[in-house]
């Protein structure tokens, strides 16, 4: 698929991983669709539109079904299309399993599986009615390979990958393309905020001894995007970690 001109649907690209995937996007001639819970500012949006593109700010609930079809809808109505959908929005709400709250598991498979499910469903018909399309989800190594205190977490973003495989053998005879990438430890808000005996500690996972960087992620979902022979592949980018 030629990215240039399409039109590409990133939930949670209000900051992070997310706006490093749209800025990539916007930078390769993409129209973008700007997605958070709060109201997309004309500032913001203005980051992307500096690339000659069309940038659109909608905001919503993906855990709630309809919300997701509205958001959509209005992606559909002020660009004509959505071309290619992201699910890049999540949460974390950690703890051991031992004192984890019902509220705190469900929560979060709420947002990052069930979210992930609502946006895709919403996108699958016109996309298959187009025989063209490609959703990109944003899984976890831990997703792959389980974490101490985060099995809300892995268990949403396993969960991503079993739906990725799924749909993609569902979509694939409508040439529409559904692949994953399972992200490593990334820099961001989170981990700046880490203490260095943390750091060293994470570091001493990665046989590349350094933290990703968000527009890495990117690049590898903007490959994704591009790739028409690739479907129902998990892309790791964690810098060996489960090599």
């Given at each position: 698929m030629d990215i240039k001109n399409k039109n590409v649907?990133?939930?949670?690209?209000?900051?992070?991983?997310?706006?490093?995937?749209?800025?990539?996007?916007?930078q390769a001639g993409s129209n973008v669709i700007i997605n958070g819970r709060s109201a997309i500012t004309d500032e913001l949006l203005s980051e992307f539109t500096a690339h000659g593109v069309k940038a659109i700010g909608i905001?919503?609930?993906?855990?709630?079904?309809?919300?997701?079809?509205?958001?959509?809808?209005?992606?559909?109505?002020?660009?004509?299309?959505?071309?290619?959908?992201?699910?890049?929005?999540?949460?974390?709400?950690?703890?051991?399993?031992?004192?984890?709250?019902?509220e705190d598991f469900e929560s979060v498979l709420k947002i990052n599986l069930t979210g992930a499910f609502n946006m895709t469903q919403a996108v699958l018909k016109p996309m298959t009615r187009a025989r063209e399309g490609a959703i990109i989800n944003i899984s976890s190594v831990v997703g792959l390979m389980g974490n101490?205190?985060?099995?809300?977490?892995?268990?949403?973003?396993?969960?991503?990958?079993?739906?990725?495989?799924?749909?993609?053998?569902?979509?694939?005879?409508?040439?529409?393309?559904?692949?994953?990438?399972?992200?490593?430890?990334i820099d961001s808000d989170m981990t700046a905020e880490l203490?260095?005996?943390?750091?060293?500690?994470?570091?001493?996972?990665?046989p590349m001894k350094r933290f990703g960087s968000p527009e890495e992620v990117a690049t590898v979902v903007t490959f994704l995007a591009e790739q028409d022979y690739m479907t129902g592949q998990v892309l790791t980018i964690d810098g060996g970690m489960v090599m």
């Amino acid at each position: 698929m030629d990215i240039k001109n399409k039109n590409v649907f990133i939930t949670g690209s209000t900051r992070g991983i997310g706006k490093a995937i749209a800025m990539q996007f916007a930078q390769a001639g993409s129209n973008v669709i700007i997605n958070g819970r709060s109201a997309i500012t004309d500032e913001l949006l203005s980051e992307f539109t500096a690339h000659g593109v069309k940038a659109i700010g909608i905001s919503g609930d993906i855990s709630s079904s309809e919300d997701a079809k509205r958001m959509v809808a209005e992606a559909t109505e002020g660009l004509g299309s959505v071309d290619i959908l992201v699910n890049n929005a999540g949460i974390t709400k950690d703890g051991l399993s031992l004192k984890m709250s019902e509220e705190d598991f469900e929560s979060v498979l709420k947002i990052n599986l069930t979210g992930a499910f609502n946006m895709t469903q919403a996108v699958l018909k016109p996309m298959t009615r187009a025989r063209e399309g490609a959703i990109i989800n944003i899984s976890s190594v831990v997703g792959l390979m389980g974490n101490a205190g985060q099995a809300n977490y892995a268990a949403s973003k396993a969960g991503l990958i079993g739906l990725t495989k799924s749909i993609a053998r569902e979509v694939a005879g409508r040439n529409v393309r559904v692949n994953a990438v399972a992200p490593g430890f990334i820099d961001s808000d989170m981990t700046a905020e880490l203490s260095d005996k943390v750091k060293e500690m994470m570091l001493g996972q990665i046989p590349m001894k350094r933290f990703g960087s968000p527009e890495e992620v990117a690049t590898v979902v903007t490959f994704l995007a591009e790739q028409d022979y690739m479907t129902g592949q998990v892309l790791t980018i964690d810098g060996g970690m489960v090599m």
